[in-house]
């Protein structure tokens, strides 16, 4: 894996080189690394591994041919393990906090194509076609650092590894973007290093319900209303799903906003709150879902402090469902632009059980 990495790093300076950003064709991108490491310090579920150790890697390339058209890329480097996306039974996606599937090494990792589209931007408009991840939510964003486990329970939501196409209209403070799309289940959707498999159309989970019957709208802006420093989005998705009995498409609504007060000249104190509730989750008939995630974050010079809490409400189908909160506290500190390090404390209630967990994540993000 380490061999892995540093060929596709040694790739990506050569391409760099190659192309200078000021000429066309040109290359720009990131690589994000992570490690995250986390302890169970308490748990009332038995046989549950203490300690738990990951790596994740995410690279984005774009390969810029004139000022309009491009060709953008996102890789995934993961363990198969920890991050699920078909399974029709169980939508929640991490699923290590309280099991035996932990432990410290990396047998697992696989790398997936998370993105591979054409687009086309302008001043007014950008337009996307091919695999990629439509609009919905943002809670689930890495850069908002909301400590290392708050953004792992809100991937339920996100949507991911999609085929279709996005516009999107650039307003002024604002971007309208609708998104129309199929999961894929192409020879995409195959991993490398530990392959995964390709995912099937056949199988009855939302997103399987044909070309194109499934899309999302989102708008998201910042100072509405002349009210200066907050930033809000607002969101609908309608996921198609196979005639299949005890099914039914999924809706969803997502409202979420976030305020910037500058208390002194390098202090800032950011509430941050993001609602979602989810008809039919994962396309099963009866099967609904709200979660709502409210965090209070304090920004000082390099430093980060937050409090956060996430209330998941799935309602139990066929005996599976999830009702459960997370309350987690944590600290951070940004040595460099690009290397952070964050530890959290969290305390999860989930269907009875309850426990506390202690994390740590170390992230570094290289930009060309």
Do not use: C
Not at 11 to 16: E, H, P, Q, S, Y
Not at 217 to 232: A, Q
Not at 267 to 287: C, D
């Amino acid at each position: 894996m380490k061999k892995l990495l540093l060929v596709f790093i040694s790739f990506v300076g050569f391409i760099d080189s190659a192309f200078s950003a000021s000429q066309y064709p040109n290359v720009t991108g990131s690589v994000l690394l992570q490690v995250e490491a986390d302890r169970v310090l308490s748990s009332t579920t038995q046989g549950v591994s203490p300690n738990n150790t990951y790596f994740y890697s995410e690279p984005k390339m774009s390969i810029n041919l004139n000022r309009n058209w491009s060709v953008k890329t996102e890789w995934r480097l993961q363990q198969n393990n920890v991050l699920t996306t078909r399974d029709q039974e169980r939508p929640e996606r991490y699923r290590t906090f309280f099991s035996q599937d932990r432990g410290v090494g990396f047998s697992q990792s696989a790398l997936l194509i998370e993105q591979l589209k054409a687009n086309y931007q302008n001043e007014d408009m950008e337009f996307s076609i091919g695999k990629f991840d439509p609009t919905f939510g943002t809670a689930h964003n890495k850069g908002k650092r909301i400590g290392v486990f708050t953004s792992q329970f809100t991937e339920d939501y996100n949507l991911r590894e999609k085929i279709g196409a996005s516009l999107t209209a650039l307003l002024e403070s604002s971007k309208f973007t609708i998104n129309s799309f199929v999961n894929d289940t192409t020879a995409l959707s195959k991993s490398a290093l530990n392959n995964r498999g390709k995912a099937t159309s056949s199988k009855s989970i939302a997103g399987n319900g044909g070309i194109f019957s499934s899309y999302s709208m989102s708008l998201e802006g910042h100072d509405p209303f002349g009210i200066k420093n907050w930033n809000y989005n607002i969101g609908y998705r309608n996921l198609g799903v196979g005639n299949m009995p005890q099914t039914a498409r999924e809706s969803a609504y997502v409202l979420g906003s976030e305020y910037l007060f500058k208390a002194g000249d390098s202090t800032y104190l950011i509430p941050f709150v993001e609602i979602v509730k989810i008809k039919n989750f994962t396309g099963t008939s009866g099967r609904n879902a709200t979660y709502t995630t409210v965090a209070g974050i304090v920004r000082y010079s390099s430093w980060t402090a937050s409090i956060s809490q996430l209330k998941r409400d799935i309602t139990t189908v066929n005996g599976v469902g999830s009702n459960g909160r997370h309350m987690q506290v944590s600290a951070g500190y940004k040595f460099t632009d690009n290397f952070t390090i964050d530890v959290s404390r969290s305390s999860v209630r989930e269907d009875g059980n309850k426990g506390s967990l202690f994390g740590v994540m170390m992230s570094y993000m290289y930009k060309f």
